[in-house]
């Protein structure tokens, strides 16, 4: 089965843009999904697709995919953004087997 | 409003089994299918089951198959998770998702979650 490699970590300062990558051999061929977790709540998903945006994300997110890579860009990111981020596609072509990322803490300060 | 409350987390002995309910409300639940998602404490997110809108198709994450069965009951709005020969690190957070039919990994709507502890 395949894997979705994030960085754990990100830090940027408020009004930055924030790039995280997602990589896996399965983003070749599926999308992308992208997650945004804050503790005690629950996760809201912020990209669909690769670049789609679901109604009532801010504008300031949006999504991308070349290759094996997938990333969310938060430009302008803000205090409120501060949270986990992961990624989800399928764990191998023909499955309908989820699979998520580590996880990538984004940190604004 | 569109809403899944979860219920039935607790503490369960290893080896245990206990049975998680997802109570949907404010959309048409039938058309949708339905995931389960789990976050470990200090853990990622892991995708643990997910359901087809009439139950024709069930997936499992490996870590679970053979222990966990998803079921739902479109007339009561609900989806289930029985989880049997329960180990320590089934130990998590479970969340329930929207999805539709044709993209699983598109979870719109999602549950606050139920906590399941599993310690003797």
């Known amino acids: 089965s395949s894997e979705l490699t994030q960085p754990p970590s990100l830090s940027v300062s408020p009004g930055q843009t924030a790039r995280i990558t997602c990589s896996g051999d399965i983003l070749s061929t599926k999308f992308a999904y992208w997650y945004q977790l804050k503790s005690g709540q629950a996760p809201v998903l912020v990209i669909y697709a690769d670049n789609k945006r679901p109604s009532g994300i801010p504008e300031r997110f949006s999504g991308s995919s070349s290759g094996a890579v997938a990333t969310l860009t938060i430009s302008g990111a803000q205090d409120e953004d501060e949270a986990d981020f992961y990624c989800c596609s399928t764990d191998t072509t023909g499955s309908h087997r989820g699979l998520f990322g580590g996880g990538t803490r984004l940190t604004v300060l | 409003e569109e809403q899944l409350v979860e219920s039935g987390g607790g503490l369960v002995k290893p080896g245990g089994s206990a049975r998680l309910s997802c109570a949907a409300s404010?959309?048409?639940?039938?058309?949708?299918?339905m995931n389960w998602v789990r976050q470990a404490p200090g853990k990622g997110l892991e995708w643990v089951s997910t359901?087809?809108?009439?139950?024709?198709?069930?997936y499992y994450a490996d870590s679970v198959k053979g222990r966990f069965t998803t079921s739902r009951d479109n007339a009561r709005t609900s989806v289930y998770l029985e989880m049997n020969s329960l180990r320590a690190e089934d130990s998590a957070v479970y969340y329930c998702?929207?999805?539709?039919?044709?993209?699983?990994?598109?979870?719109?709507?999602w549950g606050k979650g139920t906590k399941v502890t599993v310690s003797s």
């Open positions: 998702a929207r999805a539709s039919d044709e993209d699983y990994q598109l979870m719109d709507v």
């Open positions: 404010g959309f048409i639940f039938g058309v949708y299918s």
């Open positions: 359901i087809s809108s009439g139950s024709h198709f069930t």
